[in-house]
Every structure is written in structure tokens, then in C-alpha cells.
């Protein structure tokens, strides 16, 4: 039986046991002292200190959130790999662990964290108001809700007789310890803190909101290798030894698109109101018209790419600087320096443009106006025109991104925007032989910007991602690419969509009803428990067939504070797992021995996507992938070790050179993937002849949908490709992680 004095539950335990704090921070700092140093080294052009009480607080609440800003327009999420992201990561995922103070009568579904988050989200009106009234009650709320709990964890003593040395150079990183700041420092500990739902303001299915691109593998496939349709031998006009940089690319400007899209939900609607943050998608909580906020998400992608002073793409300079290469030589100085505007015969000719209108476009034929870029020392630049034209105007984004949906619960799938891109790209659209294959895409003749653009996004993500890593010694020759590992979890939708435990439903409906006289409590549990459709959330639940008011009323009221439960649940679930999978992947690159500094790198870090590369001589015998696959499900193990199902994956591992024939780069990568697939496959039919379907399932409601699979028995087989791991837990066999790797073979046969 779970008690309100056992702690926060804990969202990955299979019974709904309490969250165990232990060996979750680790670090020689305290966890304030990291808070600290966040908060001086926000990277922004204003000093936290310097900011309002709103803005301080803001920074405040999205350090406990997890989404501190590590670079300009980045948070963890955007950039998962980095050793800052890692730390954030773990610092909120302890905050997450961390039981509310008992005094504070708190539900435990409720960490400190989403206490926190919670306190911030009712006083902003979930998200509806942006400078509310009371915001210094709320932070002294929030920070006595912080202190004492971190307090409680280190077994300081909880009675406030002063500030300790943390607590204080974290406010002094905050506030600042100047004179005008005395007020915003706290003195004590806040007695009553309501952390719950206001009466006023029940949960409404209708404030969900979700964020969701469809088809992404495709998207990527189509992009990056696009349909050879004349089946030419050499039909793709960049070098296979640099293709690869598409691919990294294509999946950093998907990141780069929700690393905006998570600074536009924060700012406006707050930390606490996301719910899930993963997979393709972002769900939220906020009370405005779904219109509204449609059509503002609409808004936002359809300007993602043009830069302005509340929105900062994480990949600006380099954006900018592939500009500049893409008009290199192009511009048309026949055209004027400044916009013209139509003579009155030009206008009475073209009834389409208003009186006054620039004439937008070059006379002789060019996409590069000369109005539309500025010469200085360097060469030309482009001006706001230029931006425009290529990265906003014909609703470029919309039409760039893979499918997007903007509806809660909507699990259809539209197609992917007709291909070609553009017509006479060759990168769009292969159509004759390619006589010379180039390694920069800017010398590819009819290249379209956005190929090019994705193309130096891939090699800006590589340098970032090779340059945060610290093992290995400098190898002046350069380094080849030795081999790499396609890895992808499994049962992910399982996972999350799965029926509650009975120990988390107990918990859901355990209240004290305080109802006038004349309402049957055993009636109303009971019609409570019964109610499948309460655990959904895709729909407002309908009690109109209880004739009785009172009774209809109790209901739901009732059913309002369990779907707020179960929203709590749902978003530290999805928080945690974010932070868990990171941190097993942080720890595994972290434990096993490298030669080269950045011997091993993330070319692919998306979510549960994620593309291993290793850098060595390619013809070298080194297991040093193979061993990285195996640590990281030990890891995995660690940080879920009571999840049913079992947290595992799938993975493809390829090589360079396998027996006499070498491989490109980008093959091993194709290959890799396509092990990947096979080894799913062999996954799901194990899972399937072992009487577990569920584990490839997903639920959507009372609705249950199998992904397909192309049966195979592979694992069965003698000297088969397909590696079961056995890491010596205590996990049904069904559930462990499978590796299918390429075979060496011998380079002499």
C-alpha cells in the first residue's frame, strides 16, 4: 500500500514503489552550486541578475524543469551528448526523485520538481497568463518547496535559523546580493503551500495539445538518398565518403525544430505545461483556444529558419555563412541596391500588386537580386530579402518538414509533400549520370539551398559533437572511419501506452471525499473505477447519464483530480525517461577506454534514435563498438531496474572493411541500419512465438494497434549474425536487447 510519507512515486517501477534519490547526483558540487553556475553562465545577452523578478524566475524554474539554455536557442534536449546537458539532466532527473515535504500534504504522484512546476503553472493560469500577480509568493513558495528538500535529502536539519553556504550563493547567482534585492532573498520557510488544483479550473481535455511530425525515417531516407528512379550507377552528385553529412543533417534540423519549438512552449505557456517530450512529438498543457495555439505552432514553423530577437535557430551562424557561399558569385548587380517600386504603366499591367508594392523579383532572371544582399570587406552578405526568399517564402518549412500534425490524439499519418523539392535539383532529383562527384555541395551545379544548408548543419553538428570529447590522445594523421552501430530501443510505445498497474490505479483514486450528505461515497468510487475511458485523456469524460446533479457534480470533480494525477504521472514518466536513456548513454561512452580523443561520436542523436561512429584504422580488428553495445545495456539495466517490460534495444553494427571488399562511409551507415531492422524483426518474432504481442503494441485508448514485421529466426540459427545480451539480470529472456552484427570475415579471401 503506498503511503503519502513514503516519497514520490516512482513512474518506471513496475508496482509504483517510491522514487530511491541515492546515486542520482553524483557530482563533487552540490546540487545548488550547479544551479549556481547555470544560472551566471546563462548564455544570453542579458545576465540573469540583471533580468526582471518574472525573468529570474523563469530561469529559476526551467533549471528544475531540465531545460536550461546550455548554448544561444539550446537546451539539453537539443543537445543531449554534451556534458552540461548530462548534468542538467541528472540534477533534475534527483529533483524528480525527491518526496514533496510531508507537512505540505502533496499528492505522491508529485515530485519536488513537478511540485515546482506545478506552483509556477497554476499562477501563470496554465499557461494564460504571462505577468501574473503574487510571482514573489510563488518563487518563495517555490524556493522553500527546493531548500527543504534538498535539505531533507542530505539530512541537514530542516529548521531555518539561516541560510546555508549553497543556498546562498545560489541566490546570490539569482538575485544578486544588492540592497534592491534584500526582498527577494528568503527568511524562512513558507508554511502553507497549496499544491493543488484549483477548484475553478478542472482538467480539460481540450487544453492538450501536441506537436507531432509523422514519418521522419522516411522523410530522412528520401532526403538524404532520394528515389533513383532511372537506376543510374553513379547518380548522386556528392562523394559517398561525405554523404553521411546529410543524414546528421537532416536529423539536426528536425532537433533544431523542437529545440525552438521548446523555447516557444516554455516562454509562452511555462516548463510545467509539457507533458511528454520525445519521439516526434511534444504534448502540452495550456488553457487557451486550441485555434489560438494552433495556429501561433503554425505560425512558428513557418518562420523557424528566419531569425528575430525572441527566436534564435542553434544553428544561426552557420545558416548565414551557407548563405553566403550559396549567392558566392551569384549576384546580379544589374539589378538595383534598393528595391524598386513599379512605374504606374508597370502597375496598370500587373493588377495583382497594389500601388506602391516593391517589385520583388530580378528582371534578369536570378534568384539573387542585388537588393536583396549588402557588399562589404568580405563579399556579400545577405539582407532580411534574402532570408526570405530562401528559407520562408512558397511556406518553405511547411513544406521542407516531414508531415506535421497539430491535433492531441491524432494518430493519422499524411503523406510526405510530393518529391522533388525542387525540380531541377540533382540532389532532389537524380535524372542523368553524374559525370564528376563533388565534396562540396556548393559546387554542384542547379544544387538547391536546403541540400546544401543540411549538408553544413551536418558538419557543424560533427565538429560540435567530436569537440566535447575529452578521451583519447590527438591523432595528427586524422582518423578513418572504422565502423558504426545503428541502435534503436524497444517496445518504446509499449512502454508508454501500456494499461496502468493496479498499484498506480490504487493510488489514482486514493482521496478523502468531502461531499455533503446524501452523496453515496461507494456508489461514486465505484462509477470512478469503472470508468476505463478516465485514464485516456483524449476526451472531456461525459457523466450526463447520472440523473442526480449532486452525484454528477461529486463525479467530476473527482475525475478532474484523478486525470490531474495521472497528467503528474505521464509527464515525469516521459521527463525521466529522457534523463535515464541520456544519462546510460553519457555513462557508457564515459566507461569504456578510447585511443583517439573523439574516437567515438553521435552522428545521430535523436531521441531514441541514436548512430554510433567510430574512428580508427578501418582495417584494424576492434570491438571497441560491439563492447559500447554491451555497456550500454548494463546501463540501461542500472537506470530501470524494475521496469516490466525490461528498457532494451535493437542494433545494427557494420565495419569498414568486411573480408576483401571496403565499404564507404555512408554504406556502413545504410547497412548498419538495415541490420538494425533485421535484428527488430527477429526481436518481434521472438516475442510474438513467446506469447508477448504486447511488446510490439501500442494503445491508443481502448484501441490496439501491432506494428508489422517481416518474420525472421535468425537468433535461432548456428553461426548466426543475431546476438542475444545476456547481461546476468533477472529480466524475462524475451525482453533482452539483440545486436546484429556484419561479419569480419577474412581480408585474404
Known amino acids: 500500500m503506498l503511503g503519502h510519507l513514503r516519497g514520490s512515486i516512482d513512474p518506471w517501477h513496475s508496482k509504483g514503489e517510491p522514487c530511491d534519490p541515492e546515486g542520482i547526483w553524483v557530482e563533487k558540487e552540490g546540487p545548488l552550486l550547479f544551479m549556481a553556475s547555470l544560472l551566471s553562465d546563462w548564455p544570453d545577452d542579458v545576465p540573469t541578475v540583471d533580468l526582471d523578478d518574472e525573468g529570474r524566475h523563469l530561469r529559476f524554474i526551467q533549471i528544475v524543469a531540465g531545460y536550461p539554455a546550455i548554448g544561444k536557442g539550446m537546451y539539453p534536449l537539443d543537445w543531449p551528448t554534451h556534458p552540461t546537458s548530462i548534468k542538467a539532466l541528472r540534477l533534475s532527473l534527483f529533483l524528480d526523485s525527491l518526496p514533496v515535504p510531508s507537512n505540505y500534504s502533496a499528492t ?3 515530485s519536488v520538481r513537478s511540485a515546482i512546476l506545478y506552483l509556477d503553472s497554476k499562477v501563470h493560469g496554465y499557461g494564460s497568463l504571462s505577468s501574473p500577480e503574487g510571482i514573489n509568493h510563488l518563487h518563495s513558495n517555490c524556493l522553500t518547496l527546493l531548500f527543504r528538500s534538498i535539505r531533507a535529502a542530505s539530512k541537514e536539519n530542516d529548521e531555518f535559523s539561516e541560510l546555508t553556504a549553497d543556498e546562498a550563493v545560489f541566490l546570490n547567482n539569482l538575485h544578486s546580493s544588492d540592497n534592491d534585492r534584500d526582498g527577494r532573498w528568503i527568511t524562512g520557510w513558507d508554511e502553507a503551500i497549496n499544491i493543488k488544483r484549483d477548484r475553478k479550473e478542472p482538467f480539460d481535455s481540450n487544453n492538450m495539445h501536441t506537436f507531432k511530425l509523422s514519418k521522419i525515417q522516411k522523410w530522412m531516407e528520401k532526403w538524404t538518398s532520394p528515389p533513383n528512379e532511372n537506376e543510374l550507377e553513379e547518380w548522386h552528385p556528392l562523394r559517398d565518403g561525405v554523404r553521411q553529412n546529410l543524414l546528421s543533417g537532416a536529423s539536426v534540423l528536425l532537433e533544431s525544430l523542437f529545440a525552438q519549438l521548446r523555447r516557444h512552449i516554455l516562454t509562452n505557456y511555462r516548463p510545467g505545461s509539457i507533458i511528454t517530450d520525445g519521439g516526434g512529438r511534444i504534448t502540452f498543457y495550456a488553457k487557451k ?56 504603366e508597370q502597375q496598370q499591367q500587373d493588377v495583382d500588386l497594389e500601388d506602391g508594392e516593391s517589385l520583388k523579383e530580378c528582371s534578369h532572371g536570378t534568384q539573387f537580386p542585388q537588393w536583396e544582399w549588402r557588399k562589404i570587406n568580405r563579399g556579400w552578405v545577405p539582407r532580411s530579402g534574402a ?12 513544406r521542407f518538414f516531414p508531415p506535421i500534425s497539430y491535433k492531441h490524439y491524432d494518430e493519422t499519418k499524411p503523406p510526405l509533400v510530393d518529391y ?28 538547391c539551398f536546403p541540400h546544401a544548408l543540411t549538408f553544413e548543419i551536418g558538419k557543424s553538428y560533427k565538429r560540435r559533437d567530436f569537440s566535447i570529447r575529452t578521451k583519447g590522445k590527438y591523432n595528427p594523421e586524422g582518423a578513418q572511419v572504422h565502423s558504426c552501430a545503428a541502435i534503436d530501443i524497444n517496445a518504446l510505445g509499449h512502454l508508454f501506452t501500456s494499461p496502468l498497474s493496479d498499484a498506480v490505479i490504487d493510488e489514482l483514486h486514493k482521496f478523502e471525499i468531502n461531499e455533503r450528505v446524501g452523496i453515496n461515497k461507494e456508489k461514486l468510487m465505484r462509477v470512478l473505477r469503472n470508468k476505463e475511458s478516465i485514464y485516456w485523456l483524449n476526451e472531456n469524460i461525459d457523466f450526463e447519464k447520472e440523473s442526480d446533479e449532486e452525484f454528477r457534480k461529486a463525479l467530476n470533480k473527482y475525475s478532474s483530480l484523478i486525470r490531474d494525477r495521472l497528467v503528474i504521472f505521464k509527464s515525469r514518466k516521459s521527463f525521466q525517461f529522457n534523463a535515464k ?41 576492434n570491438e571497441t563498438l560491439k563492447e559500447i553495445l554491451k555497456q550500454l545495456d548494463v546501463q540501461l ?3 530501470f531496474p524494475k521496469s516490466i517490460p525490461s528498457v532494451s534495444f535493437c542494433a545494427g553494427l557494420e565495419y569498414r572493411e568486411v573480408g576483401a571488399t571496403e565499404l564507404t562511409i555512408f554504406q556502413i551507415i ?17 516475442a510474438r512465438d513467446s506469447g508477448r504481442g504486447e511488446l510490439y503494441t501500442t494503445y491508443f485508448g481502448s484501441e490496439e494497434k501491432k506494428k508489422p514485421f517481416d518474420e525472421s529466426f535468425l537468433w535461432k540459427e548456428d553461426g548466426s549474425p543475431i546476438e542475444v545480451l545476456d547481461t546476468g539480470n533477472e529480466r524475462s529472456p524475451v525482453e533482452s536487447s539483440m545486436i546484429c552484427v556484419a561479419p569480419r570475415g577474412n581480408k585474404n579471401e
Not at 489560438?292 to 545558416?319: A, C, T, W
Not at 526570405?388 to 511547411?398: A, G, Y
Not at 561512429?613 to 580488428?621: D, F, I, L, N, T
Request: aromatic letters at 10%.
Open 108 to 110: 505522491p504522484f508529485h
Open 670 to 686: 545504410q547497412k548498419s541500419k538495415n541490420y538494425e531492422n533485421i535484428c527488430k524483426d527477429n526481436w518481434k518474432t521472438r
Open 387 to 398: 532570408y526570405q526568399r530562401f528559407l520562408k517564402n512558397d511556406v518553405f518549412p511547411k
Open 637 to 639: 539495466q542500472e537506470q
Open 289 to 344: 483556444d486550441k485555434a489560438d495555439v494552433e495556429g501561433k505552432l503554425k505560425d512558428f514553423v513557418e518562420g523557424s529558419f528566419i531569425i528575430d530577437r525572441d527566436k534564435y535557430h542553434p544553428y544561426n551562424h552557420i545558416i548565414t555563412q551557407s548563405l553566403e557561399k550559396f549567392g558566392s558569385g551569384e549576384i546580379c548587380t544589374k539589378c538595383p541596391e534598393e528595391v524598386p517600386l513599379k512605374t504606374n
Open 420 to 447: 522533388p523539392l525542387y525540380e531541377g535539383c540533382p540532389m532532389c532529383k537524380p535524372s542523368h549520370p553524374i559525370e564528376k562527384r563533388e565534396s562540396n555541395p556548393f559546387k554542384i551545379p542547379g544544387v
Open 581 to 621: 536513456w541520456w544519462i546510460s548513454i553519457s555513462k557508457t561512452l564515459e566507461a569504456e577506454p578510447q585511443t583517439y580523443l573523439g574516437e567515438i561520436g553521435a552522428w545521430v542523436a535523436a531521441g531514441d534514435d541514436l548512430l554510433l561512429v567510430r574512428r580508427g584504422e578501418k582495417s584494424e580488428s
